[in-house]
């Protein structure tokens, strides 16, 4: 349950950061209140995790996951630049989360 708590924080983690460029566009409440949700969301959810988890394994898993999974939403929904080593790059941020996982 750990693991799938660490990843739900991840997704948070996306949320929250897409909502930064949210709030950036839109400044009102509805826009404010997704960026806290998605980042308490994410907090709540990496404590959680790291109830079972060691935490340098939970935060590396859940920077990665926000990490890599905001670049992807910024290639698929705002235009950033998907050059081929950029891919490249954030699956090796992919890859060693999953290593990572392996090796707990």
């Not at 566009?25 to 308490?40: C, D, I, M, Q, V």
């Not at 630049?81 to 989360?97: P, T, Y």
Request: net charge positive.
């Amino acid at each position: 349950m750990a693991w799938i708590s660490l990843v739900i924080a991840g997704l948070c983690e996306m949320f929250g950061v897409a909502m930064i460029n949210k709030v950036n566009r839109e400044r009102n409440w509805k826009s404010y209140l997704l960026l806290l949700a998605g980042f308490g969301g994410s907090f709540l959810f990496l404590a959680y995790a790291m109830k079972d988890l060691p935490m340098g394994t939970a935060y590396a898993i859940w920077t990665g996951i926000g990490a890599s999974g905001g670049a992807i939403l910024g290639m698929l929904f705002y235009g950033e630049s998907k050059d081929w080593k950029r891919v490249i790059f954030i699956g090796m941020v992919l890859g060693a989360a999953i290593g990572l996982k392996l090796a707990s």
